[in-house]
């Protein structure tokens, strides 16, 4: 896959959560070709990340969390 085609590809992507209603915004990440903020499901507050890390094209990182209360 080229350079160009790896771009397109994380575009496809993001138009598609932004799309679904659950892009929250792009995070700066110098580790990360593009790191994606969403909430899932929309207008949860459930935040999580997806995550292109660099220098790796074949890895997508989807990152979520749990709070536990006592």
């Known amino acids: 896959m080229t350079r160009q085609e ?3 590809n994380i ?5 598609w959560l932004t799309d679904e209603e659950i892009f929250k915004k ?4 110098d580790s990360a070709h593009a790191h994606f903020q969403i ?4 207008r949860s507050g459930h935040l999580m ?4 890390p660099k220098p790796r094209e074949d890895i ?6 749990a709070g536990l209360t006592k």
């Open 6 to 8: 790896f771009d397109e």
């Open 11 to 15: 575009r496809k992507i993001k138009d």
């Open 26 to 29: 792009q995070m700066p990440d």
């Open 39 to 42: 909430e899932f499901p929309a």
């Open 49 to 52: 990340g997806i995550i292109f």
């Open 60 to 65: 997508i990182l989807i990152v979520g969390g």
